[in-house]
């Protein structure tokens, strides 16, 4: 059975520039949660998809966004990269809701540097 | 006052001692508990979750959950340096459904 799979794991931008991250969650799984970890601040959570609607917002400014396809991949965007958005992003997928079942798969991350 | 806490560390400990980790959380009406381990460099894979008061046994880990203290623990026995990890504590939101990690304890094994 196939992991969560999310492209790209790494990469490097500017300051202004907007970036879109992908993750495939596994096959069968119809939530997708996104994470960002900083080595300040943990595991912070972004936002929680299921069968396409957002269910769940976390504590980030308007700049980060998110959609949630027909075939449970999901994406999220950045737009107008600050320095402080220099970190690693963490999709997860689970077959329920992420506060109901807790049982997340994670995927290996997409580091993002903002330069 | 955050939502999970957990004590940052490290926590050192020698091979084959206990090593005991905790987590309290702030939301009265927290149903469920969850340790993941994360490796330097890699994902975290859920290890235990805890529902109900009281302890829960798996192999060398026990989960321990105390609701009227708000209060959630973890307990590795015979510790090994294979055990090196941060460990991070989730509690979902009774309120919003959401999933938060506690900031994790980095745990060391000493051979």
């Known amino acids: 059975k196939a992991g969560v799979t999310q492209t790209p794991r790494y990469l490097i931008k500017t300051r202004g520039q907007q970036v879109t991250l992908s993750c495939s969650p596994i096959?069968?799984?119809?939530?997708v949660s996104w994470y960002q970890q900083t080595p300040g601040q943990g595991l912070q959570f972004l936002f929680e998809y299921f069968s396409e609607t957002q269910r769940n917002k976390g504590n980030f400014p308007g700049r980060f966004s998110g959609r949630q396809f027909s075939n449970s991949r999901s994406e999220m965007n950045v737009s107008t990269l600050e320095l402080g958005d220099s970190a690693l992003y963490l999709c997860?997928?689970?077959?329920?809701?992420?506060?109901?079942?807790?049982?997340?798969?994670f995927g290996e991350g997409s580091r993002l540097t903002v330069l | 006052q955050k939502e999970v806490e957990q004590n940052s560390g490290p926590l050192s400990v020698p091979e084959g001692a206990i090593a005991s980790l905790n987590c309290t959380y702030s939301d009265r009406g927290s149903q469920s508990f969850f340790w993941y381990r994360q490796y330097s460099g890699k994902s975290p894979e859920l290890i235990m979750f805890i529902y109900s008061n009281g302890d829960k046994e798996d192999g060398r880990f026990t989960a321990q959950l105390n609701k009227a203290s708000q209060y959630v623990s973890l307990l590795i026995r015979d510790s090994q340096p294979s055990d090196s990890a941060t460990y991070l504590c989730?509690?979902?939101?009774?309120?919003?459904?959401?999933?938060?990690f506690g900031q994790g304890t980095t745990l060391q094994v000493k051979p």
């Open positions: 096959s069968g799984h119809r939530s």
């Open positions: 997860a997928s689970s077959f329920g809701l992420a506060g109901a079942t807790g049982e997340l798969f």
């Open positions: 989730a509690v979902d939101s009774s309120n919003t459904g959401k999933l938060i």
